[in-house]
């Protein structure tokens, strides 16, 4: 077995010979998000962040599919591929399964990654294809103008539901746990440190790495993570996961309950009784119950690593299969093949 | 016993039996015996989509047509002179194919009052006298395996099981076929199951015996190889010349070659073939559905591989996006189409040319895409290396347009000489092309291909994408005139592509028809031509392997005769564009039964349309 399958995602990827800057990765094309928009932030924070990883600029590609945020990759000085709505990916697969050499970023939506292109993700996630899909949630279905998403709330009123939208929300975090991702974290656009030491870790990580990015449309769904920015409460809602700590927030902490875990008083138990997140645990079931905490919507909110475990990546386990093939059987031979069967000659 | 030995030039046999019978394997076999005999050989397997019909019912009944002789062939024949029928069910669905004095070899065992009721025959036609124009051989297939395999020490299932390797024995005694290949194949087939390897082994040498000793036939039947042109040959299948074609087109390219495929038939053994070669560094993909297939292979060819989908018809409408997507980026890409029966499921083990519009136009945009389509099974093979060499010098999908009959069907096949191949390697963009600048969308000004810059390429970062781009820089624009530029530009890459022209087959050199077809019609158009010619007739042949961008010299090869015949397997689509393009009236000639037309049925026409001049 290949020495990289439980190695770090990026073992392949060469690195730069200089150091590079925040502007280098920082192409020449006008950025056309709506002023305030939260993808602001996030692009921000993204070009000030890869730098550090060291790698050569070429050696990083951004696929995204169709919505606001997949307008990402014309931003970024490295190679980029906007493509289909959905399709994202399954076109990174293609690219990250047959070039281990490169450092490839999905950059998707909630509609984009959950609605249309729910089908690609689930599988990207259960092959463990080396990718780093950023969903960028803002709970609304931004580019076609304010429809509801499959993750905008149940009763939401948009254009396409004047009564109310009928349909329950997809959690992410939950959606892609229950594939089991190998690694899930979620992160917001305002908090700058915390979403790059999240994309740190999800570049890092060998195989698919996903990570829902809260992000504020002004636009059409201003303030949907309010509670989470506010000073007054955000301390108290917010649930930070961080290995090995207690998962708690200013006021409440989580435990163990008999039917499962549960949010209460911080005051109210022992710090021992606190769970202690355990990032590692090769057993999705709870982390699972930790992206359900988030019911109902923003009374607590777990933000931080929910999942990084080792599993052999898609593209490293289809690479070995090639070398095993040539070790066994040396090199293909076309006139080998061609001539190999039952043959007979005339003449 | 001295038996007489009769001279035949050629046969066509059909085997047809349950589709648990092992129809296929048998038809497979006697063709494999056959070429290596050295007949010229072509073969017509037909079986239903259901893995398992019901038993006994005429849904159920799978079959192989063989057509072998000692002079060049063209089709798997029109009407067998043998059928092996081992059921009432095989006999019944095949009798109406049957000519006056045929052999029909029954397997009398199963000719039950059970199993004729199922197909509604109340007294068993070998009884009474239904089957009279035909030489009956009434033969107890099962019971006789069962008997030869006495003592073996296997089920009695397990014997009854083997009464297709007694049939195929039988065969091979009456037709002088070699049986060691098959034996070495039943051991390697069977070799966790030595006694199931011994059982079929016994079971053919018995059907064999009992041919030599049997007083139900009398004359065995010799048919000389063929003198076909020198040098080696193989049997092969559309499906799996396609693969091979494949792998050579990344030999040849120097490229990686990545499938994303999602299986569908007729097109799944070529995703089947690919996987077993990753020796070659071929990385194949079963992807979630079709839709991922082509986008992954897509975003492999972005990466520098040669990316290929393989799919049929319900597939090519899912991946319409990404191919749209493809012609935008202007990545190569080749995606391969094994048409079958439609609409929507349609038949899916029944063959069809009904998608030459859609691949011609089923995207949205002006999306031009080139069509490359193979006319014998063997010629999947240097197609699919055509599609790649298009695919790869100018950048764009390409799409090829295979179908069931080839898919499956076989025939020999002189290998060519790998150093023949053509070199269709090409070069990745290495540094700025405009100054100090990368444009990615500047053109070739010979072939109006861009620069392919790879990831992993230091200064050449750029990025694509479905936006509509501006021509050199390849940033987004929505300017009017820079769109219909791009338009027109992206219509006259394709428009450009090298193709070879179009040749016309006339030994005399004074026909007044042609008769013009594409892809898999092209066997039985030429032994239509022949037979026409043989009987006096005056019929000029051609037959188009690019759909587009159509040969230069297709309109003034139309114009030249009085009257264009094209036989199509769909209602006339090829017919629609030339006579858009060229203003030529074209007489149509369409069935769209799910098989391939007949020669007989095309001479009868040929003659038809040669008489009313």
Known sequence: ?347 | MAKQVQQLDRVIIRFAGDSGDGMQLTGDRFTAETAEFGNDLSTLPNFPAEIRAPAGTLPGVSSFQLHFADHDILTPGDAPNVLVAMNPAALKANLGDLPRGADIIANTDEFTKRNLSKVGYSVSPIDDDSLSEWRVHAVPLTSLTVRALDGLGISKKDAERAKNMFALGLLSWLYHRPTEATIKFLESKFAKKPDIAKANIVAFQAGWNYGETTESFSVSYEIKPARLAPGIYRNISGNQALAYGLIAASVQSKLPLFLGSYPITPASDILHELSKHKRFGIRTFQAEDEIAGVAAALGASFGGALGVTTTSGPGVLLKAETVGLAVATELPLILVDVQRAGPSTGMPTKTEQTDLLMAMFGRNGESPVPIVAPSTPSDCFHSAIEAARIAVKYRTPVILLSDGYLANGSEPWQLPDVADLPDISTEFASGPNDGENFLPFKRDPATLARPWAVPGTAGLEHRIGGIEKADGTGNISYDPNNHDLMVRLRQAKIDGVDVPDLEVDDPDGDARVLVLGWGSTYGPIAAAARRVRRAGGKVAQAHLRHLNPLPANTGEVLRSYDKVLLPEINLGQLALLLRARFLVDIISYNRVRGLPFKAEELAGVIQDVIESE
């Open chain 1, 1 to 347: 077995m290949n020495d990289i399958v439980n190695g770090r995602g990026l073992t392949l990827v060469p690195k730069s010979d200089t150091k590079l800057g925040m502007k280098d990765f920082k192409s020449d094309q006008e950025v056309r998000w709506c002023p305030g928009c939260g993808d602001y932030a996030i692009l921000a924070a993204v070009q000030s962040f890869v730098p550090e990883l060291g790698l050569k600029r070429e050696n990083m590609v951004f696929v995204s599919g169709i919505g606001c945020s997949s307008r990402f990759p014309y931003y970024m000085d490295t190679y980029g591929f906007h493509s289909i709505h959905g399709r994202a990916p399954a076109i990174a697969t293609g690219l990250a399964a047959s070039r281990p050499d490169l450092s490839v970023w999905v950059i998707t939506g909630d509609g984009d990654a959950l609605s249309i292109g729910g089908n690609h993700l689930i599988h990207a996630l259960r092959r463990n294809v080396n990718l780093n899909i950023l969903l960028f949630n803002n709970r609304i279905y931004g580019l076609t103008k304010g429809q509801y998403s499959p993750t905008s709330e149940i009763g939401k009123i948009t254009k396409s539901t004047p009564m109310g939208s009928l349909d329950k929300p997809f959690n992410p975090i939950s959606l892609a746990i229950g594939a089991e991702a190998s690694f899930v974290a979620r992160t917001i656009d305002s908090d700058r440190k915390h979403l790059q030491s999240v994309l740190r870790e999800a570049a890092e990580h060998q195989g698919t790495s996903l990570v829902e990015i809260y992000q504020n449309c002004n636009i059409f769904n201003d303030n949907a993570f309010e509670q989470l920015k506010d000073p007054e409460v955000r301390d108290d809602i917010t649930l930070r996961l961080e290995h090995g700590q207690p998962i708690a927030s200013a006021s409440k902490a989580v435990r163990q309950g008999p039917r499962g875990l549960e949010v209460v008083p911080r005051a109210s138990v022992r710090e021992e009784e606190i769970l202690v997140h355990d990032i590692h645990n090769p057993d999705p079931s709870l982390a699972f119950a930790l992206s359900r905490l988030d019911e109902p919507a923003f009374e607590h909110v777990p933000i931080g690593i929910f999942r990084s475990v080792d599993r052999p990546s898609y593209d490293a386990l289809m690479a070995d299969q090639l070398d095993q093939a040539t070790t066994d059987r040396g090199p293909g031979d076309l006139a080998d093949l061609l001539y190999g069967g039952d043959t007979w000659r005339i003449g």
